[in-house]
C-alpha cells in the first residue's frame, strides 16, 4: 500500500459546483497534513494545512481530518475555473516535521 | 525575488554526462530537500538535509547524491547521468514549526 492514495482522476465538474477531493494515508503517527495545488509545470503551492481532527474553513477551502479514519480530504466551493489544477495530498512522514508523503495528485477541470 | 531558487531551469543533456543542480533559498531555514516528480508518479523525495552537517537519503536516491555547502545553499549531482533520470526536479525547504515546503520553480531535465 502506498503511503499516501489520492482519488484516481481526473475530476471534472461545472462552474460552481462543490468539487472534492479525497486521500488516505498508511502511517499512523503521522500528525501534519497539507494539500497543495500545482498548476501545469509550476511548482506547488500551498492551499490548506491540518493538523487536528474536524474541518478547517479558508474561503471556498474546507480541509477535513479524521485520524481514526486516516483520511483526510479538501472540499473547493463555488468551483472557478482558476481552480483547474492537480491538487496534491501530503502527509508528514512519523513525527519529524518537514518530511512530506505526497500522494499521485487528483487533476481537477472546472469548466465554465 | 523567489524564496528559493533553482538553477538551471532547463537543461538538456546527453546519457553519461555530469550534472549538477543547485539551489539557494532566502527563507533562513535549515531543512532543505530535493524532489523529483515523474508524470503520475506525484512528487519522491531523493535527498534532504536537516542542517549542513546533516545529509539523509529519500525515497529514490540511488544514482544522486548532494552537497549542503551552507544553510542556505543545497545542490543535487547527478555523476553519471541516464535518460530515465529525465524529469521534473524540484528544491524545497520546511517551516520548522510547521513543516510546511516552499518550493523553487523546478529544474527541468532531459537526458539523451
Known amino acids: 500500500q502506498k503511503e499516501v492514495e489520492q482519488n484516481s482522476g481526473p475530476l471534472s465538474v461545472p462552474e460552481g459546483a462543490i468539487a472534492s477531493l479525497n486521500c488516505t494515508y498508511s502511517?499512523?503517527?503521522?500528525?501534519?497534513f497539507f494539500w497543495y495545488r500545482q498548476y501545469s509545470g509550476k511548482s506547488p503551492e500551498l492551499i490548506m494545512s491540518i493538523y487536528s481532527n474536524g474541518d478547517k474553513e479558508d474561503g471556498r477551502f474546507t480541509a477535513q481530518l479524521n485520524k481514526a479514519s486516516q483520511y483526510v480530504s479538501l472540499l473547493i466551493r463555488d468551483s472557478q475555473p482558476s481552480d483547474s489544477a492537480t491538487y496534491l495530498c501530503a502527509v508528514n512522514r512519523g513525527s519529524t516535521l518537514g518530511r512530506l508523503y505526497f500522494g499521485r495528485g487528483t487533476q481537477l477541470t472546472v469548466w465554465p | 525575488d523567489a524564496d528559493v531558487t533553482q538553477t538551471p531551469r532547463n537543461r538538456i543533456t546527453k546519457t553519461g554526462k555530469r550534472i549538477m543542480l543547485e539551489c539557494s533559498q532566502t527563507?533562513?531555514?535549515?531543512?532543505m530537500y530535493w524532489y523529483r516528480q515523474d508524470p503520475g508518479l506525484g512528487l519522491r523525495l531523493i535527498y534532504y538535509?536537516?542542517?549542513?552537517?546533516?545529509?539523509n537519503k529519500g525515497e529514490i536516491s540511488d544514482g544522486y547524491s548532494v552537497s549542503r555547502q551552507a544553510q542556505a545553499k543545497f545542490s543535487l549531482s547527478l555523476e553519471s547521468a541516464i535518460p530515465n533520470q529525465t524529469a521534473l526536479y524540484f528544491c524545497?525547504?520546511?517551516?520548522?514549526?510547521?513543516?510546511?515546503?516552499?518550493f523553487g520553480e523546478g529544474s527541468r531535465l532531459t537526458v539523451l
Open positions: 524545497a525547504t520546511s517551516d520548522p514549526g510547521t513543516g510546511e515546503l516552499f
Open positions: 502511517d499512523r503517527v503521522s500528525q501534519s
Open positions: 527563507k533562513g531555514h535549515d531543512r
Open positions: 538535509s536537516f542542517d549542513v552537517k546533516d545529509i
